[in-house]
């Protein structure tokens, strides 16, 4: 009997072990890329396209900008709520055109669906930008929109339109949105030379004013913005950010020594806020991205240029066994660092960790982390890990993209997806009147398909509830450059 028990064991043994490794071997980063575009199309705001494939989304906020005798409609809806918040937006358009430009050749099919969805952001960022001297930072009235609880295309809060001007500026903002447009205009190069020269020649007319006239939108938009998204890290970084943009698209000296010279300052003055945030980025911080973007683009001796060794410490304070770590990982493997919303590090990170590895690559070179030596492949490696993360290989067998795999959450934080679509139910739901929808404990009636939701906690813990803010809710800027990430994946898998 105890023979027979024990071969019993190493068979469910054995079957465990092949159900582990299919589990590994089935994750299917093709899918998870088709979805992760898609979520983009659930995001947008205006007039849909007849290729709309997110159906139950209709036509919204179609009179944006009438306030101020503009034509604002379009853009994206950054998370759960119904603002169109351009800070954040233009952040999420430059590393959607970042995605494209390292990978768009591995998207396959879903190449055309990616740079539509850069031109969604571009056609609008085109219009917050048409009147000289002037750039549009938001349109939605945050408090209002934040007190109610419905859909889109029902909205009846006030559209306000902010703008920052020579008066009242926005550098931060402005360079921002240049380096969108810049960045997508090297998207559109080879596809659409006029609209690649639309967008290159705005975004250099748009950094000059967010150079020329230098201020935080903070204090130019105030409630607009904050607390949502005040800008925490100064707008001298999005400056050098927008200056690495345009020296990239048009190899323009001028620029070069914009980026030196401003770099230099920041260094050397506090009050200008340090570049020596190295190991930060996202759609405040823009610091460990300029190292990266710009380290093939000089010359000299790793040793000898600070981008190159900056790009190389931001290595070394990820990477799980370098001694000078910055960041924490939780017992199933997910990467942490301090603030909400923890996916929307995660992404972005993984993302410049992929991206350096290639560049490496190229110039075959390793890095060094003290006694740990970080080749390009091991750069990849941990990049996967974390997208692997995601998709489901974690401690719950959950996926945090919705609608990949079996589970994934189903009451996010997010007012199309929680109300019922205008398909089921076209009478007009107002402001209060969604509030049952969202406190119901069912889950949301639309599946937000490709939405990346903020994640679990540093316990690998994850509670699915429209209240649970921080850890429910999506955003643009943590898909786009996961959109990178899952392209290189789907081309190698075994990695």
């Known amino acids: 009997m105890t023979g027979i028990k024990n071969s019993r064991n190493i068979v469910l043994l054995l079957g465990l072990l092949v159900v582990s490794i299919g589990n590994v071997a089935s994750q299917d980063y093709g899918d998870a890329l088709t979805k992760c575009i898609l979520f983009l199309e659930g995001q947008r705001s205006g007039k849909l396209p007849a290729t709309q494939r997110m159906s139950w989304r209709k036509d919204s906020a179609l009179y944006d900008g009438s306030d101020v005798k503009m034509d604002l409609s379009g853009g994206y809806y ?8 351009n800070f954040p937006m233009a952040f999420t358009t430059t590393l959607l055109a970042w995605s494209v430009l390292e990978f768009g050749p591995l998207m396959g099919t879903d190449t055309s669906h990616a740079v539509d969805a850069v031109r969604w952001g571009t056609d609008y960022f085109l219009k917050a930008t048409s009147t000289p001297g002037s750039v549009v930072a ?11 609880w419905e859909r889109p295309e029902d909205m009846d809060t006030q559209r306000t339109t902010y703008v920052v001007n020579q008066t009242h500026p926005g550098s931060e903002l402005s360079a921002e949105i240049a380096a969108a447009l810049t960045a997508s ?3 559109f190069k080879s596809i659409d030379s006029a609209y690649s020269k639309t967008l290159l020649d ?3 007319a748009v950094f000059e004013f967010a150079d020329k006239y230098q201020g935080s939108y903070n204090n130019s938009v105030g409630k607009g913005v904050c607390p949502f998204y005040c800008d925490f890290n100064g707008y001298q970084d999005e400056l050098v950010w927008g200056a690495s943009w345009l020296y990239k698209a048009t190899n323009d000296n001028k620029y070069w020594s914009y980026i030196q010279n401003r770099t230099l300052a920041m260094k050397s003055n506090d009050n200008l806020n340090s570049m020596d945030n190295f190991d930060e980025f996202g759609w405040d911080s823009k610091h460990a991205g300029i190292n990266i973007l710009v380290s093939p683009l000089v010359g000299g001796k790793p040793s000898q240029n600070s981008f190159i060794s900056d790009a190389d410490r931001f290595v070394c304070s990820i990477l799980p066994d370098s001694p000078s770590k910055l960041v924490t990982y939780s017992a199933g493997g997910l990467l942490f660092k301090a603030g909400p919303s ?3 590090h995660v ?5 410049l960790l992929l991206v350096y590895s290639r560049y490496l690559e190229q110039s075959k070179r390793e890095v060094k982390c003290g006694n740990v030596v970080a080749t390009p492949a ?6 996967k890990g974390q997208v692997d993360y995601i998709l489901g290989k974690n401690p719950l067998g959950m996926s945090y993209m919705v609608g990949y795999g079996n589970k994934f959450p189903r009451k996010i934080h997010h007012r199309g997806s ?3 679509s205008i398909q089921s139910h076209p009478n007009h739901i107002a402001c209060k009147e969604g509030t049952p929808y969202y406190e119901s404990k069912y889950p949301n009636p639309n599946v937000l398909v490709g939405a990346i939701v903020g994640g679990p906690d540093n316990n690998d813990q994850y509670v699915d509830g429209r209240f649970n803010v921080s850890q429910s809710e999506p955003t643009t800027y943590m898909n786009a450059p996961f959109i990178g990430l899952l392209a290189y994946f789907k081309a190698h898998p075994s990695i």
Do not use: M, W, Y
């Open 347 to 351: 992404t972005a990170l993984s993302f």
């Open 342 to 344: 923890n996916l929307q």
């Open 418 to 420: 929680s109300l019922p």
């Open 202 to 204: 705005r975004a250099t």
């Open 185 to 187: 205009s090297l998207v």
């Open 78 to 85: 950054d998370a759960g709520d119904n603002i169109k918040f």
């Open 138 to 148: 938001q349109v939605g009235e945050p408090i209002n929109d934040h007190n109610c």
């Open 378 to 383: 091991r750069l990849a490696t941990v990049a």
